[in-house]
C-alpha cells in the first residue's frame, strides 16, 4: 500500500535561514508527489508537485522540493524563510501502479513549520 | 473560477440531531473527495467519487455517515445523528485527473455538543 511519512511534527526556524521539511514515500510503482501548506482556519493549499523530469521542482511562494528516488524522499525546501511560511505543511502521494483507473491521494500527518522573527 | 464551495462554513448543531455539509466542486473536475481534520487523528478520507460514482467509502466512520453525489456540480455529507466525537473541520476537494492535485475548499467546522 502506498504511505507518506513526515517523521517531525514540528520544525523551527528563524526567519532568513534556510528551511527543509521532510517527507518519504512508499508505493509499488512510479509515484506522483505533492506538497500542501494549510493556514489557520484554512483548507489546503497546493504548493507544488513531481510527476516525472527533473528531481528538482519548484512551486508557490518560492518552495522548492527534491525528488530523491533512491532515498524515496521528496523533501520541501526554501533558502530564506519568511515569519509568513508559518502553517501546516503536508506531503501527499499518489501510487500510478494500480489498476483502478483512478487512484487517491494518501497524505502525511503534516509538519507545523513555525519561523520566529 | 470560485474554487470549491462549501457550506456552512461553521455549523453548532446539538448531539442527536441531522447535519447535512454541502459541497460544490470546481467546474469540471471529476472526482470529488471528502475529508475529516482534528487535531488527534490528522487528516482523514472519508469517501470520494469518480464520475458522481462512489469509488471508496472505507473511511466512512460509521452507518451515521452517509454522502451522495446526485450530478457533477452537487455533493452532500450527512451525520444522522450527530455525536459530540463528530466535532471537527470536514474539508471537500475535487480533482480533474489522476495527474491532478486537489483543490479544497475551506471546509465547515463543525461542533456537536
Known amino acids: 500500500a502506498q504511505s507518506v511519512a513526515q517523521p517531525e511534527d514540528q520544525v523551527n526556524v528563524a526567519e532568513g535561514n534556510p528551511l527543509t521539511v521532510k517527507c518519504t514515500y512508499s508505493v509499488s510503482g512510479n509515484p506522483y508527489l505533492f506538497w500542501y501548506v494549510q493556514y489557520p482556519n484554512r483548507g489546503l493549499q497546493f504548493l507544488l508537485k513531481y510527476i516525472t523530469g527533473d528531481n528538482l521542482v519548484k512551486g508557490s511562494y518560492g518552495f522548492e522540493a527534491e525528488f530523491n528516488k533512491s532515498q524515496t524522499s521528496f523533501h520541501l525546501k526554501k533558502p530564506s524563510a519568511l515569519v509568513s511560511d508559518s502553517a501546516l505543511y503536508f506531503c501527499a502521494v499518489r501510487d500510478t501502479s494500480t489498476d483502478t483507473g483512478f487512484q487517491k491521494l494518501v497524505f502525511g500527518t503534516g509538519t507545523r513549520l513555525l519561523v520566529s522573527p | 473560477d470560485a474554487g470549491v464551495i462549501q457550506s456552512p462554513r461553521h455549523e453548532v448543531t446539538e448531539m442527536g440531531q441531522e447535519v447535512t455539509l454541502r459541497c460544490k466542486p470546481i467546474s469540471g473536475h471529476n472526482s470529488l473527495f471528502w475529508y475529516r481534520q482534528t487535531m488527534m487523528r490528522g487528516l482523514e478520507l472519508l469517501i470520494y467519487f469518480n464520475n458522481n460514482v462512489p469509488i471508496d467509502d472505507s473511511g466512512m466512520p460509521e452507518d451515521r455517515f452517509s454522502a451522495k453525489m446526485p450530478n457533477a456540480s452537487f455533493s452532500t455529507l450527512k451525520i444522522q445523528p450527530s455525536e459530540p466525537r463528530d466535532s471537527a473541520v470536514y474539508f471537500c476537494?475535487?480533482?480533474?485527473?489522476?495527474?491532478?492535485?486537489?483543490?479544497f475548499g475551506s471546509g465547515t467546522r463543525l461542533t456537536v455538543v
Open positions: 476537494a475535487s480533482s480533474l485527473s489522476s495527474g491532478a492535485g486537489y483543490t
